[in-house]
Each structure stands twice: as structure tokens, then as C-alpha cells.
């Protein structure tokens, strides 16, 4: 496994734009690609995207239009933004690695809370 | 986009007695693509199971999946108190389910 760090603000204010980064003990691995997954409080899982060290990313349809995923391998960290926020996107964002072989997620960091409020 | 549903929503039981949670996929197709996760209070969630029936690294062996196709199943025989929790299962590293509740009877 691998360890993950998301950081970012935790309060972001309406129709700005939400950035996060998650900091990889390596994100050079080729054998997997790195994803954001958010959880509204006490709500489920949803995915919003990821993206493989090559640059080649996947979005959430219902996300696309606002969402860019950006990796830095020199700075082992892959990055979320998510523009035009509301209050509808104050969740526990999570970032974790994937597995293209299975699809399923074996490390995820803990979590960071971004509140959208004026 | 696929849709996953779980049933139940809630599963009460008591410790020892088995739980069976189900994953319906709105599509049929990549068997070898479908996760099941763990999430407790304040926690990220924990892979269990990934190719619908191979378990995840330390994860105890009363855990299994099972299913193909459209229909996907979780079961863990004789619940430990550490299993009353919340389990999702997600499709091809992207859609998941709304989640099964596994709490205590």
C-alpha cells in the first residue's frame, strides 16, 4: 500500500473554486491510476475522477463540467479542483489509488472536510 | 453511467449471525471490476473485496463476495463486533452504491 495526504482550505466560499491536493509517498507508479471521492456528511460515496501519471483522466459525468484533476509526479502529488462550488459540494473529500486491473481502491487517505459557506 | 443499488439499506443483526448485502449493477458486464468497502464512523472506507470475490490484503476470511453478471453479493459469517459498519460496493474504480447499514440487533 501507499500513503496518501489530502490539504487543502477547509472553507471555501459559494461560486469560487475548491482546490485540493494529495501528497503520494510515490505517484510515479504506472500500474495505477489516482482518484478523488467525496462523501456529503452523512451521506454515501460518490466518485468524482481520476487520473493516471500519464495525464489521461476520467470524470464523473454529473461533475465534468467543473471538475479538472492535474497531476505533478515531481512533486509526488495529484490535485482536485472543482469550480463554481455551492453548498451542495461541502462533503469529506478523500483521495486514493486505483487499481486499472480490478478498479478497486487499496489506499485512500483520511479525508478532509471543505465546507462551502459565505 | 451505471447505477449500482444495495439491499437492503439496513441490515440489523446480532454478533455471530451471518450478513448477506447485495450489489445489483443497472448493466451486466465486468465481473472483474466490482469492490466492496468498509467504512466506520469518522473513518475512509477499506477495500475488502476487489474482482467481486478475491479479498483484500488482512481482511479476515469470514469475508467473501460472490456474484457475476448484474448481481453481486457480500457476506461475512458470524459477525464480530468490529463489522457493525457501513458497505459499499463500487463498480470499475467509479460508480458506487448507496451503501448497506450493518448494525447491531
Known amino acids: 500500500q501507499v500513503q496518501l495526504q489530502e490539504s487543502g482550505p477547509g472553507l471555501v466560499r459559494p461560486s469560487e473554486t475548491l482546490s485540493l491536493s494529495c501528497s503520494v509517498s510515490?505517484?510515479?507508479?504506472?500500474?495505477?491510476?489516482w482518484s478523488w471521492v467525496r462523501q456529503p456528511p452523512g451521506k454515501g460515496l460518490e466518485w468524482i475522477g481520476y487520473?493516471?501519471?500519464?495525464?489521461?483522466?476520467n470524470y464523473s459525468p454529473s461533475l465534468k463540467p467543473r471538475v479538472t484533476i492535474s497531476i505533478d509526479t515531481s512533486k509526488s502529488q495529484f490535485s482536485l479542483k472543482l469550480n463554481s462550488v455551492t453548498a451542495a459540494d461541502t462533503a469529506v473529500y478523500y483521495c486514493a489509488r486505483g487499481s486499472p486491473d480490478h478498479g478497486d481502491y487499496d489506499s485512500w487517505g483520511q479525508g478532509t472536510l471543505v465546507s462551502v459557506s459565505s | 453511467e451505471i447505477v449500482l443499488t444495495q439491499s437492503p439499506g439496513t441490515l440489523s443483526l446480532s454478533p455471530g449471525e451471518r450478513a448477506t448485502l447485495s450489489c445489483r449493477t443497472s448493466q451486466s458486464g465486468g465481473s472483474n471490476y466490482l469492490a466492496w468497502y468498509q467504512q466506520k464512523p469518522g473513518q475512509a472506507p477499506r477495500l475488502l473485496i476487489y474482482g467481486a470475490s478475491s479479498r483484500a490484503t488482512g481482511i479476515p476470511d469470514r469475508f467473501s463476495g460472490s456474484g457475476s453478471g448484474k448481481d453481486f453479493t457480500l457476506t461475512i459469517n458470524g459477525l464480530e463486533p468490529e463489522d457493525f459498519a457501513v458497505y459499499y460496493c463500487?463498480?470499475?474504480?467509479?460508480?458506487f452504491g448507496q451503501g448497506t447499514k450493518v448494525e447491531i440487533k
Open positions: 487520473i493516471y501519471k500519464t495525464g489521461i483522466t
Open positions: 510515490d505517484v510515479s507508479s504506472t500500474s495505477h491510476y
Open positions: 463500487q463498480h470499475y474504480g467509479r460508480t
